[in-house]
T-cell receptor, first 116, second 117 residues
């Protein structure tokens, strides 16, 4: 799994509570991404990072924030969870080592989040 | 909006048959990638084809790209029960000189392939 660990693997939380999902990589890669996967929508990009403290929004960033204080950790926070954020969340890294685009992404095994 | 749209949404075949999945996209791309996802797992990269390539092979996989039609196809030959999975295309958008996509990919909704023994 290319050294990517997501935690927790499963979580059930109540509406209105904050939730933080963690993605940890052991390979010192610069580019990291958070996607959510929902039936009928495929995978949609939430946020991404191109270095420590360098992050930007993706297609569906409302209600989410991220932080990257170390190369190896990329955290996704749902500031106040809603039922529409029930989903499977995937972290991915790119093996891109220079500014040469076109590398594939390597995914973690996902976090299944249920907001009740 | 979804950059990649896949067809069919579901495909059921017998072991040994070939499986073909199609992907259409809307904007100019640097490359197009195909991924496989087994139930309950993350996506696994299968093959990448660049915008200046027309066909690429990897084992039993054959990918074609037609940039004039903004479409790609994935062919799995001599399918096996172990090929049962969801398959996704993903595009890496092209930007003008000086711009970058930061490697962000836009995924289609996927094709569910079932291969019966």
């Amino acid at each position: 799994d290319a050294g990517i660990t997501q935690s927790p693997r499963h979580k059930v939380t109540e509406t209105g509570t904050p939730v933080t999902l963690r993605c940890h990589q052991t390979e010192n890669h610069r580019y990291m991404y958070w996607y959510r996967q929902d039936p009928g929508h495929g995978l949609r990009l939430i946020h991404y990072s191109y270095g420590v403290k360098d992050t930007d929004k993706g297609e569906v960033s409302d209600g989410y924030s991220v932080s990257r204080s170390k190369t190896e950790d990329f955290l996704l926070t749902l500031e106040s969870a809603t039922s529409s954020q029930t989903s499977v969340y995937f972290c991915a890294i790119s093996f891109k080592r220079r500014e040469i685009w076109g590398s594939p992404l390597h995914f973690g095994n996902g976090t299944r989040l249920t907001v009740t | 909006s979804q950059q990649g749209e896949e067809d069919p949404q579901a495909l059921s075949i017998q072991e040994g048959e070939n499986a073909t999945m199609n992907c259409s996209y809307k904007t100019s791309i640097n490359n197009l990638q195909w991924y496989r996802q087994n139930s309950g797992r993350g996506l696994v990269h299968l093959i990448l084809i660049r915008s200046n390539e027309r066909e690429k092979h990897s084992g039993r996989l054959r990918v074609t790209l037609d940039t004039s039609k903004k479409s790609s196809s994935l062919l799995i030959t001599a399918s096996r029960a172990a090929d049962t999975a969801s398959y996704f295309c993903a595009t890496d958008a092209a930007f003008d000189a000086g711009g970058t996509s930061y490697g962000k990919l836009t995924f289609g909704q996927g094709t569910i392939l079932t291969v019966h023994p």
